[in-house]
């Protein structure tokens, strides 16, 4: 299984990123998707989810109304497009597997994104 996100990088408050996770080595259309975002000193924060055809797709209130989630079964690819980005959406940021319970299942090797002026 990989997971490989890329996408990331330096923005200024205000601006937009689009974050991918190309996914491999298992059924992506058959599994749920979710990304986590961990900030320097803090622990790990869910901040998305989203199921196999992408028609539920919770958030975290903290990004809610800013970020979306969203796949494409064909390119076997997750995506969360962030605008409106703040300097405490400055984290790591990780593409995961889930399991049918929502539960964590494997992650990637996460992207830097940092919100700054």
């Known amino acids: 299984v990989q997971l490989v996100e890329s996408g990331g990088g330096l923005v200024q408050p205000g601006g937009s990123l689009r974050l991918s996770c190309a996914a491999s080595g298992f059924t992506f259309g058959a599994s749920g998707m979710s990304w986590v975002r961990q900030a320097p000193g803090k622990g790990p924060e869910w901040v998305s989810g989203?199921?196999?055809?992408?028609?539920?797709?919770p958030y975290a209130d903290s990004v809610k109304g800013r970020f979306t989630i969203s796949r494409d079964n064909a390119k076997n690819t997750l995506f969360l497009q962030m605008n409106s980005l703040k300097t405490e959406d400055t984290a790591v940021y990780y593409c995961?597997?889930?399991?049918?319970?929502?539960?964590?299942?494997?992650w990637g090797q996460g992207t830097q994104v940092t919100v700054s002026s």
């Open positions: 989203i199921n196999t055809v992408g028609s539920t797709t």
């Open positions: 995961l597997r889930i399991d049918p319970y929502w539960t964590p299942w494997e």
